[in-house]
Every structure is written in C-alpha cells, then in structure tokens.
C-alpha cells in the first residue's frame, strides 16, 4: 500500500502506476518547503521592519500586515515553483519523456504574398 498523506492507495493503483511513492514524497516536500519560507520569510521581514521602525515610525499592525503578506507570496511562488518540478517529475515517470517547459518561438510577420506583377490579388481574382 501507498499512502498518500492519510489515505491509502489500493495495490493495484500503484502497481500502474510505479512512480506515485516518489510523487507523493517530492509533493509532500514542495509543501514543506512552501511552510517554511512562511515562517522564515515572516520572522525575517518582521525583524527587518522592527530594524526600520527607528527610521520610520509606524504601527505594529502595518508591521505585521506587511510581513504576513510579504511571506504568503514567497511561499506561494515556492510551493508553485516546487510543485511544477514534481509535476515534471511524474510525467518523466509516467511517460519516459521530459515536458518542454521552454516559451514558444514569437510569431513570424505575415507571410508574403505573390509579387504584384502575378496578376492576382490576394482574394485570387484576376487583376486586369
């Protein structure tokens, strides 16, 4: 049986699919990290604006509000950035192959028409 955090998953369901354990592990870790540049990203910016406060004096809720919201988005984009690598974790153990993570080519500009002297115009009527 594999457990994924408190459920149990069926024999059957992890022999189809062989990385699910690893999956479940490098998700559970994502997570874990996530929580702790939470708690370290807020002890860190309330001390630094504790630091600041004798340049700047302001209350301690705006102190607080700004190190609450600072460390959510740093462990948002963590948990995000980690989560994506254990979904390219689980495609490669699913299908052998690496996902392409890389941006698309810009679009070309548009393609050329024929040459004016042709006799056609772009709508495929004959030009007199």
Request: glycine letters at 10%; one cysteine or more.
């Amino acid at each position: 049986m594999v457990n994924l955090g408190l459920t149990r998953v069926d024999d059957a369901v992890a022999a189809k699919h062989p990385g699910l354990q690893s999956y479940a592990a490098c998700q559970s870790h994502a997570f874990m990290k996530g929580t702790g540049t939470f708690i370290l990203g807020a002890a860190g910016l309330f001390v630094l604006q504790k630091a600041l406060q004798r340049k700047l004096p302001y209350p301690l809720q705006w102190n607080l509000l700004i190190s609450i919201v600072g460390s959510s988005l740093g462990s948002y984009s963590v948990t995000r950035w980690e989560t994506q690598k254990c979904s390219d974790l689980w495609l490669l153990l699913e299908t052998g192959k690496v996902p392409d993570r890389s941006p698309p080519p810009p679009p070309q500009g548009p393609k050329p028409e024929e040459s004016a002297g042709s006799g056609k115009t772009k709508y495929g009527d004959v030009m007199e």
